[in-house]
C-alpha cells in the first residue's frame, strides 16, 4: 500500500474503484484528516467485505472528499457526488443536466417513475424550478426553510421531465445542512437529489454507508458529519388549496397547520407516486422487520435477532440491542440501527412500535413499509 501527495486535493482520497488496498489502489490523502482516512481503509478485510456487499463490478474512480470545492466542480463536470443533509445523505446532480440526472437512477438501479427532490441553496432558487408559488407555500417557505420540508409545486418547463417522472410537480427543499448549502452555492445549480443508497435500502445517515452502497457508481462522496434527524424530510403538497403531508417526516402535521392554518395527511393511495418513498420497496435491510407494541409481545424470537425500542427487552434474547430515550432518538438511530444488523448477520428486527402522532407517525411509516418489504407485519 503506499501513499503520495496529490496536488490541491485538500483532505481527497481517489480510489480505483477495481482495486483493494493491497493491490492497485492509487491513494491521495492531505491535510489534517490524513491520519483518520488511512484508519478507515487499513483493514483489507472490512474493505473486501464493503466491495462485495454492493453487488456490482465497480467501473468509477470515486472520490472521497470533506473538501466543498472539489465536490462542486464534479456536479459542474455532470457527474454525481454524495453528500450530507440533516435527514439522510443525498446523491445530487445538476438539476438541469438530463444526462446527470439518469446516472443518478442507474447508479441507484432506481425505478424511473420514482421522482427526485431538488434541492436549493436559496429561496430564490424557487422561481428557477417551480412555475409560482402560492401563498401557502409562502407561509412553509418562511417558517420551514432551510430544514427538513419538501414542497410540492408546479414544475418549471427548464426542469427535465426525469426528475418529476413525469409529474407536473416537483419537490424542492432548502437542506440546513451548511455543508448541502455551500455546495449547492458553489456549484451555482439547483441539485436534484434522491437519498444516497441503492434502491430499497436503508437510507444512508453516515458518509460511509453510502460510500459502502455506491463505490464504484458515483463519482464522489462528500464526507461529513452524521445526519441529525435520521429520516427524510416531509413532503407536502402544496399545488391545491390546503397542504396536503405525502411523505411524513420531522416536520409534522400539527407543525404544517399551525404555520399555514390547515393541512392534513394523505391516504396511502393518493400519495402513491407524489413523492419518493411512496411507491417500491423502501427502507429494508437483508434482514425480516418485525412489529411490536411492547417487549411483552416477543414470540418465538429467532437466531440472530435484534431489538430497537423505547422500552428494555430481555437482552439475553437479542444479539443487538438500541434502546432508545425518545422519538428524536428512534428517528436519528432507525436507519443506521437496520445498516448496522445488516454489517453482523442479523437475520430477523424486531423494532417496537409507537404512537401515531407526530414524529411517532413518520416512524410508522418507515417501520410499516420496512416491514413489507420483508414480507412480514409483526
Known amino acids: 500500500m503506499s501513499c503520495s501527495q496529490s496536488s490541491g486535493l485538500e483532505d481527497t482520497i481517489r480510489i480505483d474503484g477495481a482495486s483493494t488496498p493491497t493491490s492497485h489502489t ?71 443536466d438530463e444526462s446527470a440526472v439518469r446516472k443518478i437512477f442507474a447508479a441507484k438501479e432506481r425505478p424511473s417513475d420514482n421522482p427526485l427532490i431538488v434541492h436549493i441553496g436559496e429561496e430564490a432558487d424557487i422561481s428557477r424550478v417551480a412555475q409560482e408559488i402560492s401563498d401557502v407555500a409562502r407561509a412553509l417557505v418562511k417558517d420551514f426553510f432551510p430544514g427538513p420540508l419538501t414542497l410540492l409545486l408546479r414544475r418549471s418547463p427548464r426542469l427535465p421531465e426525469i426528475v418529476t417522472a413525469g409529474s407536473d410537480l416537483v419537490g424542492i427543499r432548502m437542506p440546513r445542512n451548511e455543508v448541502a448549502i455551500e455546495l449547492i452555492q458553489e456549484a451555482g445549480m439547483p441539485i436534484a437529489a434522491p437519498s444516497a443508497n441503492r434502491s430499497g435500502r436503508p437510507s444512508p445517515t453516515t458518509w460511509e454507508a453510502a460510500h459502502t452502497d455506491l463505490r464504484g ?45 390547515s393541512g392534513r395527511m394523505a391516504s396511502r393511495g393518493e400519495a402513491e407516486g407524489k413523492s419518493p418513498g411512496t411507491r417500491h420497496r423502501h427502507y429494508a435491510p437483508r434482514a425480516t422487520v418485525r412489529l411490536a407494541d411492547s417487549p411483552d409481545e416477543l414470540v418465538a424470537v429467532g437466531p440472530r435477532a435484534a431489538w430497537i425500542g423505547t422500552d428494555e427487552c430481555p437482552s439475553q434474547a437479542f444479539d443487538l440491542v438500541r434502546v432508545v430515550p425518545d422519538l428524536e432518538s428512534y428517528a436519528h438511530n432507525l436507519f443506521h440501527f437496520f445498516r448496522l444488523c445488516d454489517e453482523r448477520a442479523i437475520t430477523e428486527i424486531w423494532c417496537q412500535t409507537v404512537p401515531r402522532t407526530e414524529l411517532g407517525i413518520a416512524i410508522m411509516d418507515r417501520l410499516l413499509r420496512a416491514s413489507e418489504a420483508s414480507g412480514d407485519l409483526g
Open 26 to 96: 492509487r491513494w491521495f490523502v492531505t491535510g489534517r484528516n490524513r491520519r483518520a482516512w488511512l484508519a478507515y481503509f487499513a483493514d483489507v478485510e472490512s474493505w473486501n467485505r464493503r466491495r462485495h456487499q454492493t453487488g456490482y463490478v465497480t467501473e468509477l474512480d470515486t472520490i472521497i472528499t470533506s473538501d466543498v470545492t472539489v465536490a462542486a466542480m464534479k456536479i459542474r463536470e455532470g457527474e454525481l457526488v454524495a453528500f450530507p443533509t440533516e435527514t439522510v445523505y443525498g446523491l445530487g446532480a445538476n438539476a438541469f
Open 217 to 261: 457508481r458515483v463519482a464522489c462522496v462528500l464526507a461529513s458529519r452524521p445526519c441529525q434527524i435520521g429520516i427524510e424530510s416531509t413532503v407536502v403538497d402544496v399545488s391545491g388549496d390546503e397542504p396536503v403531508i405525502v411523505r411524513p417526516g420531522a416536520v409534522t402535521l400539527e407543525m404544517i397547520v399551525e404555520s399555514a392554518g
